[in-house]
T-cell receptor
Framework: ETGVTQTPRHLVMGMTNKKSLKCEQH?????MYWYKQSAKKPLELMFVYNFKEQTENNSVPSRFSPECPNSSHLFLHLHTLQPEDSALYLC???????????????????FGPGTRLTVL | EDQVTQSPEALRLQEGESSSLNCSYT??????LFWYRQDPGKGPEFLFT???AGEEKEKERLKATLTKKESFLHITAPKPEDSATYLCAVQAGGQNFVFGPGTRLSVLP
């Protein structure tokens, strides 16, 4: 596997279910991100992790719970979601967290294929 | 507040008909401007990064340019396989990416 992978690619869940999204990056990067992409809206940053530490939570509801056990893996745990949470969830990684080390080329984010989530 | 707008929202071209997509931004202290291509149901694919006004980058039929207020993505003699949504993102110093809404490009054979 190369690049950034995400599983599952599609997920349908009820409002009372609990599920998890998984992201794995094979690029040797230190920073990982979760984004939400809804129809006709720009990508919305949800969470940022740098060296396994969460550095940003962009006012995301607590029904979304991220986990980053190491620099290569990122999870998004979902529980009691709402229909408006249906969207494409994208994972990305970059060499470093934006601006930390000064080398601008290290900021470039590379995205996975996404998980299409439908909440019934 | 950092803002990114893209125009047009959608663009239909005939194969071989060159055109440009626009990304306008307001940000304090631009660190980088990024162009991505996104196919339906897939994640964004990185195309270019531009760092300073006057900079240009090229890849096949695509050429990205940057001024102090906007960036253009020029598409020369496009082919149907260039059909996709093109996303622009800006990054201020030490900050997160701010994405524009995208331009949906359709190239007809």
């Amino acid at each position: 596997e190369t690049g950034v992978t995400q599983t599952p690619r599609h997920l349908v869940m009820g409002m009372t279910n609990k599920k998890s999204l998984k992201c794995e990056q094979h690029l040797g990067h230190n920073a990982m991100y979760w984004y939400k992409q809804s129809a006709k809206k720009p990508l919305e940053l949800m969470f940022v992790y740098n060296f396994k530490e969460q550095t940003e939570n962009n006012s995301v509801p607590s029904r979304f719970s991220p986990e980053c056990p190491n620099s290569s893996h990122l999870f998004l745990h979902l529980h009691t979601l709402q229909p408006e949470d249906s969207a494409l969830y994208l994972c990305a990684s970059s060499q470093d967290r934006a601006g930390i080390w000064g080398g601008r080329a290290r900021d470039t984010q590379y995205f996975g294929p996404g998980t299409r989530l439908t909440v019934l | 507040e950092d803002q990114v707008t893209q125009s047009p929202e959608a663009l239909r071209l005939q194969e071989g008909e060159s055109s440009s997509l626009n990304c306008s931004y307001t940000v304090s202290g631009l660190r980088g401007l990024f162009w991505y291509r996104q196919d339906p149901g897939k994640g964004p694919e990185f195309l270019f990064t531009l760092y300073s006004a006057g900079e240009e980058k090229e890849k096949e039929r695509l050429k990205a340019t940057l001024t102090k207020k906007e960036s253009f993505l020029h598409i020369t003699a496009p082919k149907p396989e260039d059909s996709a949504t093109y996303l622009c993102a800006v990054q201020a110093g030490g900050q997160n990416f701010v994405f524009g809404p995208g331009t949906r490009l359709s190239v007809l054979p």
